[in-house]
């Protein structure tokens, strides 16, 4: 069984940082892709980082400069290390592994496992 549980989330005021925490077990491909997704209240689903076990790494336009994406084989742990943060991105943030990343495109059919996912809340 695949399991990926995330965890960081929370509350800050606009400017703040949060680092999340996803790790995976029971995936055992050597190739793969982990990302970030995130949901808010009446939109889609969309992606906000995704990285490779080569550590390729891709981001939403609106989150470059502001997010990293980080990747612990060892631990086989993603991170996200959000800073900056507005209240536009206040959602509930899932992570999802799938075989691999597509470039410049983050289908949520490609990825095959997803976390319950963790709250953040942006206030002004």
């Known amino acids: 069984q695949v399991h990926l549980e995330e965890s960081g989330g929370g509350s800050v005021q606009s400017g703040g940082s949060l680092r999340l925490s996803c790790t995976a077990s029971g995936y055992t491909r050597s190739t793969y892709c982990m990302a970030w997704f995130r949901q808010a209240p009446g939109k889609e689903r969309e992606g906000v980082a995704a990285?490779?076990?080569?550590?390729?790494?891709m981001y939403r336009e609106d989150v470059k400069g502001r997010f990293r994406i980080s990747l612990d084989k060892v631990k086989n742990s993603a991170y996200l290390q959000m800073d900056s943060l507005e209240p536009e991105d206040t959602a509930m943030y899932y992570c999802?592994?799938?075989?691999?990343?597509?470039?410049?495109?983050?289908?949520?059919?490609?990825?095959?496992?997803w976390g319950q996912g963790t709250q953040v809340t942006v206030s002004a």
């Open positions: 999802a592994i799938g075989p691999g990343c597509i470039q410049r495109s983050f289908p949520t059919d490609e990825y095959s496992h």
């Open positions: 990285i490779d076990n080569d550590r390729y790494a």
